[in-house]
């Protein structure tokens, strides 16, 4: 079956920086758009950023344009995030996303925790 899961959540301080990484696996990956969300105490789930099958194409929130970087390596089914200048705001649980190219089908990672203290 379908799995994603996500590793390099973490507490952090203001400032610095985390690598989150999403493996991927009982999927065509290189087929697939993946994207990162999250989601803090209270709120719902919001975009973060995607990236497109080849790479090429990435979006972002406005929220952490500039601060974090989506990136995928299709040989090794992996997708990351790598995030730069955190801020308190950014704390929540982030999970990774993978949708088929027409949308027929999405799976969801089970959530990693990043947490930034002020």
């Known amino acids: 079956q379908v799995q994603l899961v996500e590793s390099g959540g973490g507490s952090v301080q203001a400032g610095g920086s985390l690598r989150l990484s999403c493996a991927a696996s009982g999927l065509t990956f290189s087929s697939y758009r993946m994207g990162w969300f999250r989601q803090a105490p209270g709120k719902e789930r919001e975009f973060v950023a995607t990236?497109?099958?080849?790479?090429?194409?990435?979006n972002y929130a406005d929220s952490v344009k500039g601060r974090f970087t989506i990136s995928r390596d299709n040989a090794k089914n992996t997708v990351a995030l790598q995030m730069n200048t955190l801020k308190p705001e950014d704390t929540a649980v982030y999970y990774c996303k993978a949708a088929s190219t027409m949308g027929q089908r999405i799976y969801w990672g089970q959530g990693t925790q990043v947490t930034v203290s002020s």
């Open positions: 990236i497109s099958v080849s790479g090429r194409t990435t």
